[in-house]
């Protein structure tokens, strides 16, 4: 394993909080993607800094994107690359 353990949140589905072997704990959201139907994890938010309920609208918010159509993982690979600064 990666040296961490994910802990499922009752009524907020689709919703882990993860906590790794040094105690950092962040929420993770799995992602079905809408072009390839696979899972996919995607880190939502890092505890205690943002809560539970924060965490479930987020997750609440990314389900009717996906719903919509968008893939929020896709976006997100796509704003970092446009903030990584090229030589």
Do not use: C, F
Request: hydrophobic fraction near 35%; avoid cysteine; charge should be positive.
């Amino acid at each position: 394993g990666k040296g961490r353990a994910e802990y499922r949140i009752s009524g907020t589905p689709n919703v882990v909080l993860r906590v790794t072997k040094a105690g950092q704990r962040s929420w993770v959201y799995w992602v079905k993607r809408p072009k390839t139907r696979s899972w996919q994890k995607m880190t939502i938010g890092v505890y205690p800094a943002m809560t539970l309920a924060n965490a479930g609208k987020r997750a609440l918010d990314l389900r009717h994107a996906v719903s919509e159509g968008e893939d929020p993982i896709a976006e997100r690979d796509e704003a970092l690359t446009a903030l990584t600064v090229k030589p």
